[in-house]
């Protein structure tokens, strides 16, 4: 079997990624312009295809630190986000075939990015849909397990709220209607959160990986409905909110959160209602980004999520791999 890599354009490349089952709201064309933007970075959609058929995507990143070539997918503006590679028309395909798509696909779009853009190291975060990680070992890569949360959101309200921890389940059924509202809100929602996670990071001392004309920029230019600020208020009062974004399956508890002043568990209920809202529109899953902070997955956990892997793979040259200096300058 032989594969075409081929780079892509945007209206091409949509079409495409809506056919797979493993890409992240990331993977669209306006978002993937949208990182290009603010990464410093420079992306090349690369696409699969046997004979005229599309297999797979797989958008990377070009960029220059020092001396070196970096790609990247996603770059490091993303932080914790997948990326990656991710298939196309695997669905029911039968083993052997599909592993044999998936380690060609996989080979060939590392040969055209050596080829091309020669790089002194090369960093991938995968989807937890995409799984199956050997083709880049059988590359040279090194591998390392991380983790996400996800609710299955293919049930009633009633059986998903019964799962939750005794004390989520307690917040949310004896809050009463009228001491809180959640809305979905635009762009002043947006900022309002955003100001919100800001503070709560000066006051903990930890770096915020993204700025807010990042945030504000995907809320404009990505398709209407990708990124959907949510606002809990009390008493009219901006208490928590959450920015998430949506993709046709799923639904990313991306930036917000945290403990609120009011003697509601704000948070709780957010999250609850961002739950009912996703599986009214026909969402599936309800992704939590992230369990691998102790501290944070003592939050996350009692909604009885399912544990979901992913990983970051690595390969570099010996004289990237010697320059320690650049690399701790670069830690992802």
Known sequence: MTLDIEPADEDDWNEIVDRSEEASVFHGAEALSVVEDHAGAEVTRLVGYNGNEPIGVFPVFESRTGPFTLVTSPPKLLHTFQLGPAMVGMAGMKRRKCEQYRREFVTECLAWVDEHIDPDSTFVRTTPEFGDIRPFGWNGFEATPFYTYAVDLTTDREDLITEFSRDARSNIRNAEEDEYTVEVGGKET???????????????????????????????????????????????????????????????????????????????????????????????????????????????????????????????????????????????
Request: hydrophobic share 35%; proline share 3%; net charge negative.
């Open 190 to 332: 947006l900022r309002e959160t955003f100001r919100a996670v800001a503070d709560r990071h000066d006051e903990t001392g930890a770096p915020l990986k993204v700025d807010q004309s990042f945030v504000v920029d995907l809320y404009e230019r990505t398709p209407e409905g990708t990124v959907r600020p949510y606002a809990c208020r009390v008493d009219g009062e901006f208490a928590t909110g959450m920015i998430t974004l949506c993709s046709d399956s799923t639904v990313y508890r991306w930036k917000g959160g945290g403990r609120s002043d009011t003697g509601l568990q704000a948070t709780d209920l957010l999250d609850w209602h961002i739950m009912c809202d996703a599986m009214d529109r026909g969402h599936e899953r309800y992704d939590l980004v992230g369990a691998n902070i102790p501290r944070i997955c003592d939050y996350k956990a009692k909604f009885a999520p399912d544990v979901q892997t992913y990983y970051t793979l690595d390969r570099a040259n010996r004289l990237f791999s010697a320059s320690a200096a650049v690399k701790g300058a670069i830690s992802r």
